[in-house]
């Protein structure tokens, strides 16, 4: 189900390069968290807010697939949607570009857990904005 959909752009910053210029591939999972936090933002609420809530999204899984290699200076943009969703966890996907070229792809499964990490429920509130 593809529910809604955001674009992130980064600048890929001379620091997140190794010696050849190439983005680490760590750093995929950060884009991938800024992209994450605009699709909150697209669909209705800041991450912030939810966390207030007392109800966090821990990270259940990640998977990314690397195509082609970022380059210092690139321009990507993240392609961001939320893939699944119910009251106890969503997937998030991505796509990551420079240009026309696809980048990487992954997803992200989060579990939704209390402050003290004890699984819970979406409060209703939110299943609007998560397409439940």
Same mark, same amino acid.
């Given at each position: ?7 992130? /752009?980064i /600048?890929?910053?001379?620091?997140e ?7 680490? @591939?760590?750093? @995929? ?6 992209? /994450?936090?605009?699709? %909150?933002?697209? %669909?209705g609420?800041? @991450?912030?807010?939810?966390?207030r809530?007392?109800?966090l999204? *821990?990270? *259940?899984?990640?998977? %990314? ?17 939320i893939?699944? *969703?119910?009251?106890?966890? $969503?997937?998030?996907? @991505? ?17 939704? $857990?209390?402050?003290?990490?004890? /699984?819970v ?9 998560f397409g439940i």
């Open positions: 189900m593809l529910f809604r959909s955001t674009e992130t /752009r /600048r890929v910053r001379y620091a390069t190794d010696q050849m210029g190439v983005a680490y @591939y760590a750093n @995929y999972l950060i884009w991938m968290e800024v992209a /994450r936090g605009e699709l %909150c933002k697209a %669909c609420f800041n @991450y912030s807010d939810m966390e809530d007392g109800v999204m *821990a990270v *259940a899984e990640v998977n %990314c697939r690397y195509k082609f290699p970022a380059q210092y200076d690139n321009e990507v943009s993240i392609r961001s949607w893939e699944e *969703a119910n009251t106890r966890m $969503v997937t998030i996907h @991505y796509e990551m570009f420079a240009g026309e070229r696809t980048l990487a792809t992954g997803f992200t499964r989060h579990v939704y $857990v209390s402050r003290e990490m004890q /699984r429920r979406l409060p209703e509130k939110y299943w609007p904005m």
